[in-house]
């Protein structure tokens, strides 16, 4: 249990539309990632949000966006959506400041696009 | 740029060590992480290690680090079923600390 929690679980959506994906992050947890993971890869980078700010992001297009609110919990906004976004979308979280080490993850929200 | 690779199959015996293998090429990792997912799950951190260190134990975990061959290993020992599960490598980089994984090895373990 790492006390990151995602929302919703699982949805499905059509090519076009929007989605909203939600991550409250553990107490004290100032620093939040996300990750897109498709079937059999790794996990990849999309954005980083520290004290309410983006400061750093992969290789994403600007149609994946986010935020990151005072009591530290974050959304991930995807328009337009693809058939190439279905994937398991990650949340993660880490105490002090992004270069701290322990980063701990949510169990994910997994996005199907018809 | 960064790159992580990682073997993706490893079948062993209950019982026996495992011991799961990694290559990065970016030297200026600052953390480098060993994560398991359980099907339908999210990422559970198992360890990690500063890019200072050579080695950190954690009960039946051990991480070794050869920093000049950019290699990471994860030995787990005594491995048992519930052990079977797809093993990320991960590294750290950047000022932001951005993390990059591996394509993950997923560990079979036969009773």
């Known amino acids: 249990e790492t006390g990151v929690t995602q929302s919703p679980t699982h949805l499905i959506k059509t090519r076009g539309q929007q989605v909203t994906l939600r991550c409250s992050s553990q107490?004290?947890?100032?620093?939040v990632s996300w990750y897109q993971q498709a079937l059999g890869q790794g996990p990849q980078f999309i954005f980083q949000?520290?004290?309410?700010?983006?400061?750093g992001r992969g290789n994403f297009p600007p149609r994946f966006s986010g935020l990151q609110f005072p009591n530290y919990s974050s959304e991930l906004n995807v328009n337009a959506l693809e058939l190439d976004d279905s994937a398991l979308y990650l949340c993660?979280?880490?105490?002090?400041?992004?270069?701290?080490?322990?980063?701990?993850f949510g169990e994910g929200s997994r996005l199907t696009v018809l | 740029g960064e790159d992580v690779e990682q073997s993706l199959f490893l079948s062993v015996r209950e019982g026996d060590s495992s011991v799961i293998n990694c290559t990065y090429t970016d030297s200026s990792s600052t953390y480098l992480y060993w994560y398991k997912q359980e099907p339908g799950a999210g990422l559970q951190l198992l360890t990690y290690?500063?890019?200072?260190?050579d080695m950190k134990q954690d009960q039946r975990l051990t991480v070794l680090l050869n920093k000049k061959d950019k290699h990471l290993s994860l030995r787990i020992a005594d491995t048992q079923t519930g052990d079977s599960a797809i093993y990320f490598c991960?590294?750290?980089?950047?000022?932001?600390?951005?993390?990059?994984f591996g394509t993950g090895t997923k560990l079979q373990v036969i009773p």
């Open positions: 290690i500063f890019s200072n260190m």
């Open positions: 949000y520290y004290r309410e700010e983006e400061n």
């Open positions: 107490s004290g947890h100032n620093t």
């Open positions: 993660a979280s880490k105490q002090g400041g992004p270069d701290t080490g322990e980063l701990f």
């Open positions: 991960a590294e750290s980089t950047g000022g932001y600390q951005k993390v990059t």
